[in-house]
């Protein structure tokens, strides 16, 4: 066999893998495996570089699968590629197997990212290139120099993100980007172009990117284009492979079962096809479909020296740049290894009585000084979420210039979140965004992604409440701070909450809430924060340092012996409930006031230390402005809520506070009446 | 003054009251609407046809803005139509007032959509020129020949949706639709070119649009580009005008405050212009700033004329019409009413112990026959979410071609939802959209818009749980049941529950669900089916029958006297509760089985029905296979609730059932354990 034939071997092998697992799980996708197996067999045949013995090494080149349903081809690369046996192929989308029906993030096995949800994948591939940049303007080319390479299919390319993707990639010129786009005119339910009739090439041509279309069946074209993308500096490029749907795909009567809708998303026998006949057809043996051909070891085998050796010379690279840079190489491990620098938190200057977004600000510029590989990006809300802030102490990203490290996100909430996932995936970064706490809606399929891969993404999200004010309601979050508190009851595969969520009270809160989600390194962290000014909480001693106790989710702010009622909020109906408690004091009311701005870390504290500051039973009285039902896993069943129950409305928000009862007055009523 | 003096005359005038009504406010966007005053003043003074009698004329051109916070360029022009008066002008932003911050549909002012999350106004835009385009298939050009415009800024052409409605609108040759891009360079926090270099032109065109480039502050462009996109009918036509953010603002020495990023979000003296200065050099006078010119009257005086002129023929059009075609005469009638015609319910043939997405898919067979002004659309799921009962009475809307009635959204499901949405608020259309469950989040910036403006959008949402099973946790929802149930707890303005949330137990419920969301013509409404196959559950009678008791949200499947404990779920884990209950039965248990689709219907009957179904203090055990949280409003106090606490995993999901705790046996021990 020549050299064209080998490759054509090991793809077929894919092929055979591919459906066979497909085929055993009873379920699953074999098309689009069968189609895209040419591409991914070159690419980790003679491109990809990675060291086998050492998976997490932070040079290696990154490939992130868009299309998780495409599973099978990359669990069949990794196999020819020594990550995953061919007992564990046969274990496909089994309990408790390490094939899972969509890839779940495992490094080690050389999976890079989670993905399912479409078009996700692709822009985590440009938050990593844009880390790689990033990484790369503070350590050099001698040891930030990877490739990025992302597989995209047909969905991938309808989803809406991917004009997000596109245009940041193409405007930020992210030259060390290279994605595959699998075009094999199948999707679900029907032919691509019954359903876009777009011109793919001139859309990415528009954002920026150099594109190269070739048969994505073919080696030598494959090969050509891959080298000819790794030759572009300046510009990300899309390489539009037209691939068949089911390649090598029979029927029993050995008539082509190839571009079919059919096979895209069941086993070929379920579409009426026959495996059997298709491995035959591949040069397998139907008896025996989960091998692997010597000459397609062979090729491994082969690409494994060389990468041995690739990884020597950049080892060899690592060393004496780190010998001639100290200071950058011990920056280069406290990078990769996640952990936030010291900071002096209590030194941090709150101006009082500001908005917690103002504090926020404050926060993020001691940041921008002290975390030098952290990344702040804003949807086109710098100057009003104050991610401005650390924006202050540094640059935005512009093409050919990652010195700063601020990311212009533009009007694009959903792309922002995945680019920073990505930017957490590929490591070495920190990665924090804001928007406004509205906007959250728009983030959400980016949030369940970052919690399920456990990542450490920071979200901050200002204007958190109606007193947004004149904006009306479409700007005003009421049913968000519940909705986002469904990820902090949600658990993780490791059994903690899925996402930390912080609502602090005052700035001094604010200080402690960014200093927990900093030191939050296994989940992402939501910080919530309010547009308007904030009395800061009364203390006996320093806010600050009473503050802290934020830690446990909640916390006395303060309290008379023998309270006939605990007051309840988090965020500013915190301060709401202080001025309530002056007159309701003046009435001999005695109180405690709880400011709980994590439902999820209170409920991580031990049952006594909960019992302590609301006991079971206990009259409560909890005031949110958000829905009701925010506060009820937090007051027990002897209580009272104060909520809004509507949308908001367009008006001055000391207005709305009045026509919607957020006032002391108010709270001074309500408590009346619940006591009497 | 010639005619383009008198022109510019009108769009000054436009400026001045925009700029005036946001310094009054001490809130608001003024560059922006100053920039686009031109457009809107040819556009609204000499093309868009409506019937200033008659806002609601079936036949109107509709005009769709998408940055909301452009406010008030469209409240000027509109007072200039006659649609506000100068008082309400000077209310904008105010408790009450007509002129709220983002504009809130309000057909007869002429605001035919509420806005503010930039990009989702567009695509109502092109999910009404879809509709039109159906309705003109079905009723003929005669009656059904209006433009559809949209007006979108450089956010909204950042927004990933642009690049839902780019594709699909090109996709469709929606040649009734014309969108301006108001291209000023500006965006919140930056000038556009630092974030995006994207060529849009190009892009449009990839997107199969025809695209025209002008000076958009130029009345004769405007007049021209407008005049060749009428003759376009092909083609989507995207008009870029170029604008100057601020057109006319001068600061207080008289330099000029054009083309600055402080103009966009804050009245003009916040961002250090000058107010009078400004309205002087509008030609205006400062002291009496909320003025109509008596010559601008005149322009929209003589085109109200015109206007009533051009609509007397189109109504002899359509009286003409009535009389040649009285069978579309009363469709016409009947669709534009909103109402749906009587179906017979009670006849739909299910077979039993089907998936409840068979279920409906055999209502939607029947729909597709009886409603013939109804659509549906489907994210590249139908096969999967059976909208395909639908689809395989019909046909999918082709380039050209609308006699079918189902909509290929392609992978994009935020766009469907806006395109649905689009489809209602044009009127005349009935529409529904279908994905998988876990999906819902990239839809729910839309889902809220929809249950702001109180549509009667279906969405169709199957695979509901973690029995999606091999797909694993990307693909298997766990909160999203108690996330969508946030949106019936969020009350609307008419103090409803803003949307209609269905998750019915079986088949038969399955059919009164359906029944539930056609009947309800005044919010949104969810319907929540199972991927896997569900027995139907007990009945003494008739199944169907008694599931029509879904109607009051919660109610009793089956009981024996003095009930021990109460079992509540919704969807299959109603049937998962009656296998269990055979095994408590048999072990002296009494029980009483309740089947709840939705909480919110429940909490909107008298008390005196919810406490003869659960009475307060009542033992109760909930299942569920979301968050536990999502029956804790239902269960009460003396409760016990098993959830699904965690991500889901992959795995068949019978073996999930075991693995995770949903059988009968499970449920067996969990109810002895709580009653012990």
Request: overall charge negative; glycine content about 8%.
């Amino acid at each position: 066999m020549n050299d064209i034939q080998v490759m054509n071997r090991a793809a077929d092998n894919i092929r055979i893998l591919a459906a066979s697992m497909v085929e055993k799980a009873k379920s699953g996708h074999p098309g689009g495996a069968m189609g895209g197996a040419d591409f991914v067999n070159v690419l980790f045949s003679e491109f990809l570089v990675y060291d086998p013995q050492n998976p997490k090494w932070e040079g290696r080149d990154r490939f992130f699968l868009d299309p998780g349903h495409m599973s099978p081809m990359l669990y069949s690369v990794l196999a020819l590629c020594g990550k995953y046996t061919l007992e564990e192929l046969q274990q496909f989308r089994q309990w408790g197997s390490v094939t899972p029906g969509h890839p779940e993030v495992d490094v080690c096995r050389g999976i890079e990212n989670t993905s399912g949800p479409l078009g996700q994948g692709h822009t985590y591939a440009v938050g990593a290139a844009i880390a790689a940049k990033f990484l790369q303007a503070r350590l050099g080319k001698e040891v930030m120099n990877q490739t990025i390479y992302a597989y995209i299919s047909d969905g991938g390319i309808q989803e809406e993100i991917s004009q997000g993707a596109g245009r940041v990639a193409g405007t930020l010129g992210l030259g060390n980007l290279i994605m595959f786009y699998d075009a094999n005119n199948i999707q679900l339910s029907t032919k691509v172009d019954e359903v876009d009739a777009e011109d793919v090439q001139k859309k990415y041509e528009a954002w920026g990117w150099k594109v190269l279309h070739i048969n994505g069946n073919d080696v030598q074209q494959i090969r050509a284009a891959l080298t000819e993308a790794k030759a572009e500096s300046m510009r990300p490029t899309l390489i539009i492979g037209d691939t068949l749907m089911g390649k090598g795909a029979m029927g029993p009567d050995q008539s082509s079962y190839e571009n079919k809708v059919s096979t895209h998303g069941q086993p070929l026998s379920a579409a009426g096809a026959s495996i059997a006949e298709t491995i035959k057809n591949l040069g397998g043996d139907p008896e025996h479909p989960f091998t692997i051909f010597p000459e397609v070891e062979a090729i491994y085998a082969k690409r494994r020296a060389e990468l041995e050796a690739i990884v020597a010379e950049r080892y060899a690279a690592k060393k004496a740049w780190s010998e001639a840079h100290p200071d950058l190489a011990a920056k280069l491990e406290q990078w990769f290894s996640g952990q936030v620098p010291a900071i002096d938190w209590a030194a941090i200057q709150q101006k009082p009585n500001q908005a917690t977004r103002a504090g926020s600000a404050t926060v993020l510029g001691v940041l921008a000084e002290q975390v030098e590989n952290m990344v702040v990006a804003s949807a086109d809300l710098s100057n009003s979420d104050k991610t401005d802030g650390f924006l202050k102490k540094t640059h935005a990203f512009v093409k050919g210039d990652f010195s700063g490290a601020f990311f212009q996100a533009g009007v694009a909430e959903l792309t922002m979140a995945c680019i920073c996932i990505g930017m957490c995936l590929h490591g070495g970064v920190i990665a924090a965004c804001g928007t406004f706490f509205v906007f959250s809606d728009y983030m959400k399929p980016a949030m369940r992604m970052a919690a399920l891969m456990e990542l450490p993404v920071k979200f901050i999200w200002t204007h958190d409440a109606f007193r947004v004010g004149e904006d009306g309601p479409t700007h005003e979050p009421v049913e968000q701070e519940a909705q986002v508190r469904l990820l902090e009851k949600l658990k993780n595969h490791k059994g903690k909450s899925s996402m930390l969520v912080l609502r602090p009270a005052d700035v001094e809160e604010a200080t402690v809430a960014w200093k927990l989600a900093m030191e939050n390194t296994s989940t992402p962290t939501a910080l919530i924060f309010s547009r308007q000014n904030i009395n800061n909480l009364p203390a006996d001693t320093d806010r600050y340092q009473e503050a802290l106790q934020a830690a446990k989710g909640a916390y006395i702010v303060n309290e008379d012996a023998n309270p006939d009622v605990i007051l309840v909020a988090s965020g500013s109906e915190v301060s709401t409930l202080v001025e309530g408690a002056a007159l309701l004091r003046a009435d001999g009311i005695k109180l405690r006031i709880v400011s709980a701005p994590s439902e999820g870390l209170f409920r991580a504290q031990s049952k006594e230390y909960q019992e302590s500051v609301i006991p079971t039973g206990s009259k409560v009285f909890g005031l949110t402005a958000g829905l009701p039902v925010t506060l009820e896993g937090l007051v027990g069943s002897n209580s009272k809520i104060w909520g809004l129950e509507s949308f908001g409305f367009s008006a001055p928000y000391k207005v709305l506070d009045e026509k919607l009862g957020f006032t002391a007055q108010h709270v001074y009523q309500q408590v009346k009446e619940f006591l009497a």
